[in-house]
């Protein structure tokens, strides 16, 4: 199995300060993605990555940016914290036909 | 635009009472239903790919089957070790980058 790490594990943050989230690969996946997770809502798709400097928009993406500078690191930014994006936040690597392989996640709230 | 609903929200089982989840879905040409389970305070984890139509896949008390619209987890003699939340997810055909939809999970409980 990939070695895949998130940190912080557990944040608390004031609204309108900016944090950034850190996931962190030992393989070299190429495809990387970061979802919320929240009640009523499963998991929703904020950014993902597709190599190097390669990334795109999810289904939630507004709020939210990401950057890839090495194929091992993705890193997740919102740049003025709120508290509707208190939740908790996954990444995932694509690991060939099994679908995704998880984080242990980032449980965030914005007070 | 994809979609995935799970159902029941929430199922509640004896020991030894065997039961189903479902998973409808839609999404142009399926590449992939995926089932995971989630522990609480953890990151899901994989337990089967499925890629087309009569399908199946069996894991310890787990089966997973799929049709054109629908997969099921059918859950034979549960411990309360099968207790978990557990999620569906599908993976359209083409231009996704690989990216999965998920539904919002069944929490089943799995009373000794």
């Known amino acids: 199995d990939a070695g895949i790490t998130q940190s912080p594990r557990h944040k608390v943050t004031e609204t309108g300060t900016p944090v950034t989230l850190r996931c962190h690969q030992t393989e070299n996946h190429r495809y990387m993605y970061w979802y919320r997770q929240d009640p009523g809502h499963g998991l929703r798709l904020i950014h993902y990555?597709?190599?190097?400097?390669?990334?795109d928009k999810g289904e939630v993406s507004d709020g939210y940016s990401v950057s890839r500078s090495k194929t091992e690191d993705f890193l997740l930014t919102l740049e003025s914290a709120t508290s509707s994006q208190t939740s908790v936040y996954f990444c995932?690597?694509?690991?060939?036909?099994?679908?995704?392989?998880f984080g242990s996640g980032t449980r965030l709230t914005v007070v | 635009e994809d979609q995935v609903t799970q159902s029941p929200e929430a199922l509640r089982l004896q020991e030894g009472e065997s039961s189903s989840l479902n998973c409808s879905y839609t999404?142009?040409?399926?590449?992939?239903l995926f089932w995971y389970r989630q522990d609480p305070g953890k990151g899901p984890e994989f337990l089967f790919t499925?890629?087309?139509a009569g399908e199946e896949k069996e894991k310890e008390r787990l089966k997973a089957t799929l049709t054109k619209k629908e997969s099921f987890l059918h859950i034979t003699a549960p411990k309360p070790e099968d207790s978990a939340t557990y999620l569906c997810a599908v993976r359209r055909g083409s231009g996704s980058a690989r990216q999965l939809t998920f539904g919002s999970g069944t929490q089943l409980t799995v009373l000794p």
């Open positions: 499925l890629y087309s």
């Open positions: 999404v142009s040409g399926l590449r992939g």
């Open positions: 995932a690597i694509m690991e060939g036909s099994d679908g995704y392989t």
């Open positions: 990555s597709y190599g190097v400097k390669d990334t």
